[in-house]
């Protein structure tokens, strides 16, 4: 969720369609580890932002509200 990066109020939710096993990473956690593995800080912002320009898409063609 593009939320996380921007320090911003989480604007999503999720629901499984089978049995999942979910962690939840606080963020003082993301933050140790973002200072740990920097690559992995860079690489889960763009796949949120490209996750939230294919959201974007959808909306302005209308598939979903």
Request: hydrophobic share 45%; proline share 3%.
């Amino acid at each position: 969720d593009l939320s996380f990066f921007l320090h911003e109020r989480r604007n999503c939710s999720v629901v499984a369609e089978t049995y999942v096993v979910a962690f939840i990473l606080s963020r003082p956690n993301y933050e140790t580890l973002r200072r740990q593995e920097p690559h992995l800080h860079a690489l889960l912002r763009q796949i949120a932002c490209e996750q939230s320009q294919r959201n974007q898409a959808l909306v302005l063609a209308g598939v979903v509200a």
